[in-house]
């Protein structure tokens, strides 16, 4: 009879302690839910995965952005096409009631090689552009086939005015664009950057060089370094530019063939890169800003080169 009571009474607490701990769980709970909407913020949380997918972390090494997917985007780059392309033009599409002596001449030309112009909407242009200012004309070209480095080392030989861009890591394809556009301007034979870590010659490159992408070589290697070797190997001078260095690039002898380094946008120059360059310059500069844009820097470089020539 005792061992009977002894076993209810501890069942019996058993009970108890389980409804206390139960009790004790639900007020958490509560607790917990009470405090939720103030600790739990779903926007907050969706804002920084949007960030997130959008800037990648700093540790993951870019990927080259995919390459010219022929469309041509605006109408200075449209007319280059049909000037200066060595390119079939697959079609070309203009917004309805675009006008203008610039647009005419463009349908005229599309004309003269038998292309029939499709004239559309502006909401179908806006959604083939990608966003890019399309000046109501697109057209749609086959890849350009770009030469090899040997081909570029080719045309250096025997010529003491040749005029190179070298780019170590130029990232925004505006920047790209805007220095083919000062390269073609100035004379170069040719832009050559890494296939990895650089810009790709997109339809925004091509819309920032004005035309200039389809006038002008733009070839890709494999390792700089080695290309600026193989072009020392050929009297060319390698000069590379650095806002920190002494000697000014007006004072700097740029006679002879010469190929301009550019660094990248915010770094500059790699360390590998600046030891394999001839000779490091800055750009004299009187303002507050200290430092110019890659593309802006290459277009005060290319000039100094036309100018010290005397050209």
Request: with cysteine.
């Amino acid at each position: 009879m005792e061992k009977k009571l002894i076993k209810k009474s501890a069942r019996r607490a058993a009970s108890i302690k389980s409804d206390t701990r139960g009790k004790k769980r639900d007020a958490s709970r509560s607790e917990l839910s009470k405090k939720a909407p103030k600790e739990f913020q779903p926007k907050k949380r969706d804002t920084w995965k949007k960030e997130y997918d959008k800037k990648p972390p700093a540790n993951v090494s870019s990927q080259p952005v995919a390459e010219d997917t022929g469309m041509v985007i605006g109408v200075n780059p449209v007319k280059a096409l049909f000037d200066d392309a060595n390119r079939p033009v697959e079609y070309l599409a203009i917004a309805k009631g675009a006008g203008g002596k610039r647009i005419q001449d463009i349908v005229e030309k599309a004309r003269a090689q038998g292309l029939r112009t499709r004239f559309v909407d502006r909401q179908t242009l806006d959604g083939m552009s990608g966003g890019l200012a399309h000046q109501g004309v697109i057209a749609r070209a086959g890849i350009r086939k770009q030469p090899t480095f040997k081909q570029i080392i080719a045309k250096v030989i025997g010529n003491p005015k040749a005029l190179l861009v070298l780019l170590d890591g130029v990232e925004d394809p505006h920047n790209l664009g805007a220095i083919i556009r000062s390269a073609e301007s100035f004379g170069a034979i040719a832009v050559i950057l890494p296939k990895d870590r650089s810009a790709a010659l997109s339809a925004v490159a091509a819309k920032a060089s004005a035309g200039a992408v389809e006038r002008l070589d733009v070839v890709r290697v494999t390792n700089l370094t080695r290309s600026i070797d193989e072009l020392k190997e050929h009297g060319v001078q390698i000069i590379g530019l650095a806002g920190e260095e002494a000697q000014e690039i007006n004072k700097a002898s740029l006679k002879g063939a010469v190929a301009l380094v550019m660094g990248g946008e915010g770094k500059g120059l790699r360390r590998l890169t600046r030891d394999h360059c001839d000779s490091l310059v800055s750009i004299p500069i009187t303002g507050g800003v200290g430092s110019l844009n890659v593309s802006v820097a290459a277009g005060v470089a290319l000039y100094e080169v036309q100018r010290s020539r005397g050209e």
